[in-house]
């Protein structure tokens, strides 16, 4: 039979397709695991964990590493875990460790953080658990948020001998003020981003879990992988490999074919794009545009001469712009030789048509 039934599906559970789902064990990331969970043992041991920072671009696998760990220890330790984009002022973050400690939330009246801040000490030091704080997104907080949460977690460590451990996630290097800075030293682990061959080994171990056997053609496989590599961005394959198995299904396939990829790709990549862009202010949505507005070669010069004719900057701003946006993966930036000098060309990593679409729709 090539068709499927009305109540037939591809999907052995479409729940491994999920963003939040984690899988039971994350490949290649296994030196990031060991190294975190390493760095929080002594907290176990009645000694101070080291402080860690998780660095690396978007979808390197820093939250799955980080949650898998903290779900193992999870015994041994209160452990508050933050999102910082929803909870951005330093009230919210002591707020959430305030209710991991007790069990319920600090009283409605409002009690000001440093109320707040003796509370969760003494409540640390009755249960006698060491605490683990992980600010995942850490570059989201408030400004200034991210200074005092981590300078008053610190003192309590001094004041109140707690053992306290804590991890910072973030995709952008983070500045410090000195006060904090000098008391703060934490352990860095990268994340870099997965090479080709990890990206179809991690989408195959998806397919398993998710798909029953042998519903998706190779063909159709490596494409994802091969978009997949392009953007180097995973839960945009992810995406759509859900995506063409629904297609596939809407076509009554018993297999992904192809077609059903090349069908659900430009949509998606629409979609993934609006994401990226969404995070840049205008002046980076600019600059995007004319590097997707000129035909041909680009180099930066002729960008940075576009680009001041619009907006006014200086030429700090303008590299700050071009490397953002070779960390968000929209451009590649590579060195080269132009007449006798050397220059920064910017290459495109997407269609440009695609780009133009998306940032009107932006
Ligand atoms: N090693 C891996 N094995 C299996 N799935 C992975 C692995 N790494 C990442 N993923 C999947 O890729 C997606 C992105 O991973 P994750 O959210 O951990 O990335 P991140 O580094 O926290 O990204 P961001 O900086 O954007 O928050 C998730 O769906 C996750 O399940
Ligand atoms: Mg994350």
């Known amino acids: 039979m090539n068709f499927l039934w009305r109540d037939e599906t591809l999907f052995r559970d479409e729940s491994v397709f999920d963003p939040e789902y984690i899988p039971e064990t994350l490949i290649h990331r296994e030196r990031q695991m060991m190294a975190l969970a390493m760095n929080l043992r002594p907290a176990l041991r009645n000694s101070s964990p080291i402080h860690t920072i998780l660095f690396g671009p978007p979808a390197t696998g820093k939250t799955s590493t980080l949650r898998t760990i903290l779900r193992e220890i999870d015994d041994h330790a209160i452990i508050t875990y933050v999102r910082c984009p929803l909870a951005r002022t330093s009230y919210r973050v002591f707020s959430r460790i305030f209710e991991r400690v007790y069990g319920y939330p600090p009283p409605h009246t409002g009690i000001s953080i440093a109320r707040m801040y003796e509370l969760i000490c003494e409540g640390l030091l009755e249960r006698n658990k060491p605490l683990i704080v992980a600010l995942d ?81 190779d063909e159709a496989f490596e494409r994802i992988v091969e978009l997949t590599a392009r953007t180097s961005d995973l839960r945009f394959g992810i995406y759509l490999l859900r995506m063409s198995g629904i297609e596939a299904e809407r076509r009554a396939s018993r297999r992904i074919e192809l077609r059903d990829v090349e069908m659900v790709y430009e949509g998606g990549a629409r979609v993934f794009l609006a994401k990226s862009i969404s995070a840049l202010n205008s002046d980076e949505r600019e600059a995007l545009k004319i590097i997707y507005s000129i035909e041909g070669d680009v180099n930066s010069g002729d960008i940075y001469r576009i680009l001041k004719a619009e907006v006014n900057m200086g030429y700090t701003r303008f590299y700050e712009i071009i490397n953002k946006l070779e960390r968000l993966r929209l451009i590649d930036v590579v060195m080269g030789k132009k007449g006798r000098g050397r220059t920064r060309y910017i290459i495109r990593r997407y269609d440009r048509e695609l780009m133009l679409k998306a940032l009107m729709e932006g």
């Open 137 to 217: 997104d850490f570059n989201f907080l408030e400004r200034d948020a991210g200074n005092e949460i981590l300078y008053a977690l610190l003192k309590a460590h001094e004041e109140y001998s707690i053992r306290i451990g804590i991890i910072l996630v973030t995709t952008e290097r983070i500045e410090l003020d000195e006060k904090t800075g000098a008391v703060f030293h934490p352990d860095e682990i990268y994340f870099p981003l997965y090479d080709e061959d990890e990206i179809r080994d991690i989408l195959l171990q998806r397919i398993r879990l998710g798909f029953y056997d042998g519903v998706i053609a």
